[in-house]
């Protein structure tokens, strides 16, 4: 049970994992606005990214579509994708640090991103279940 129950809901779980695998590392308490406004930041980074797979206190969740991700958006939360600097917002309160992560098996492309990490159960990459390194 998260607070963003509706994320998941629009996930797609029949997503084989893959080498190249894009992971949102986060915590089921990590505040819904945090969550999309990371999910929309990421595919609005680049236009090339399609999918984003969430793994939620550990557990794969699916995948997570484009036009999904843009669908949890409402003209009323936002300006729009890409309307500045949203996150000095009022209502924005709680800043996450986001690490970035990588598998540390030579050739895996999987990497990760996190807004919450576990020093001594970090996530694993989705297809070798080694746990991943944070990329400094
Ligand atoms: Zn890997």
Known sequence: MTGWDDVL???DQSIPVTDH???FVVASVTERTAVIDYV???FGGDDGRS???LVVDGADCGVLHRSDAYALVSPSDRGGLGAGDHSTLPGYSVAYELLTLRCPQPGCRVRGVAVSYDADDPPACSLHH???RIDA
């Open 130 to 132: 080694m746990p991943m």
């Open 40 to 42: 929309q930041d990421w």
């Open 51 to 53: 999918a984003l797979r």
């Open 21 to 23: 695998d894009e992971l």
């Open 9 to 11: 809901g629009l996930t």
